[in-house]
């Protein structure tokens, strides 16, 4: 579906909008066939200390012209229908960052190699769509790089994502491989993507369009890391009636807003299994009679996926844990 607007105000000077992009202090806002520098104003501010971000991409907002120079200011944000958060990284840290607001899909852009296959990043990002209610998917993308060495790794990777009923797709934006299905894919919707640094988003994207001609960057052979060359998150129009959100790459991804009561339900592996551990409050983790643990045994849930959970839980635990 297309972002759309609440309807006009009659007042020229008050106008309806969709952020398409956010650089500092500023934000691009589309008004029909129009872009508008708009800026934000200071209330946003002072009612949302504990957001890095007030204003996202995707954002549905009013503004109101200036008279000098045709600038806006941003004077509402109107309700959202969902929005992709995490934990704030740096001098904010915990604090909410919001990545895109108001998406019908979320995908996870992850490298065959240049960098490695990061199913932690993934199942964080997995678990922050799912509380805020929006499908997900998984790019594999540099598919071209596939070896004899890699591939058991990658299939492993591809099908237990696979099995758990989320999209998953694979692409190689240098020899073309997958793009018309991904074109398919984001055909009417907003789609949002994110992923680690030097997965190849930007190029994977301008190989799908090349009219986006969005910057792109290496892979650093010492870290193994990418670089960011998408610095701030951007909503562009495709030619097939879809629309594509860039977000600059992720070094790492805190999930927020997720009691550690209710993370299991976010794990479509592990939620059947919890309503059969003997406790109520059953953590999954060190308790007794755990069914999820039993499953993890058996072979039903996979290991690994069980230990990402663990990771997520104690970080929220430590979110969580009550100051005395």
Not at 153 to 161: A, G, K
Request: proline share 6%.
């Amino acid at each position: 579906m297309a972002p759309s607007s609440p309807a006009a105000d009659p007042d020229p000077t008050h106008l309806e909008g969709v952020v398409t992009s956010s650089t500092g202090s500023w934000y691009d806002v589309q008004v029909g066939d129009r872009t508008i520098p708009s800026r934000m104003r200071g209330k946003f501010r002072l009612t949302k200390e504990d957001v890095t971000n007030p204003v996202a991409v995707g954002d549905r907002v009013a503004i109101r012209l200036t008279e000098e120079d045709q600038t806006g200011f941003i004077t509402e944000i109107h309700d959202r229908t969902n929005k992709l958060s995490r934990r704030a990284a740096g001098p904010r840290e915990g604090q909410e960052h919001i990545l895109v607001a108001n998406v019908d899909h979320i995908w996870s852009v992850q490298a065959v190699r240049l960098p490695a296959l990061n199913p932690r990043f993934l199942d964080r990002l997995l678990v922050a769509a799912s509380a805020h209610d929006i499908s997900a998917g998984l790019i594999i993308n540099k598919i071209d790089l596939l070896t004899e060495a890699n591939k058991p790794d990658v299939m492993d990777f591809h099908l237990r994502y696979a099995d758990l009923s989320y999209p998953v797709l694979t692409t190689s934006a240098t020899e073309g491989h997958g793009l018309d299905r991904l074109y398919d894919a984001f055909e009417g919707q907003i789609n949002a993507v994110t992923g680690p640094s030097g997965a190849g988003k930007s190029t994977l994207l301008n190989a799908l369009e090349p009219d986006l001609d969005l910057r792109t960057g290496s892979v650093s052979r010492k870290t193994k890391k990418g670089t960011h060359t998408t610095t701030h998150a951007e909503l562009h129009p495709l030619s097939n009636g879809g629309y594509v959100i860039d977000t600059p790459g992720l070094r790492e991804f805190g999930v927020r807003d997720v009691h550690p009561k209710d993370l299991a339900h976010y794990f479509p592996d592990l939620a059947p299994h919890v309503n059969a551990c003997q406790f109520d409050d059953c953590t999954h983790d060190h308790e007794p009679n755990c069914a999820v643990k039993a499953a993890v045994e058996r072979g039903d849930v996979d290991q690994e996926r069980h230990e990402s959970y663990l990771r997520i839980l104690a970080s929220l635990q430590d979110e969580h844990e009550p100051e005395y």
